[in-house]
């Protein structure tokens, strides 16, 4: 699988408090090994080619698929799901 690492996730990912950085990198591993591991709960935002994966209670990424590859899109709190359902 390839990954790209947009710029506002990778921005976003400087933003985030240095445990949800840490958080965030095991949730990775775990999405890379099995994108559909139980601990992420991964789910689709309704109406949009976008999906969501959990790095903690409350933070999240989210991620769009194209062809053989993962796009990382943003990752922060609950209302980066806001925001992407209106891009």
Do not use: C
Not at 24 to 38: Q, S
């Amino acid at each position: 699988m390839n990954v790209i690492f947009t710029e506002p996730f990778k921005r976003d990912y400087n933003g985030l408090p240095p445990r949800t950085q840490r958080a965030l990198d095991k949730a990775l591993k775990f999405f890379m090994v099995n994108p559909r591991h139980p601990s992420l709960r991964v789910q689709k935002l309704p109406g949009t080619p976008i999906w969501y994966a959990r790095i903690s209670r409350v933070y999240r990424f989210t991620f769009q698929y194209r062809d053989d590859t993962v796009i990382l899109r943003r990752a922060g709190k609950h209302d980066i799901l806001h925001q992407e359902r209106k891009n």
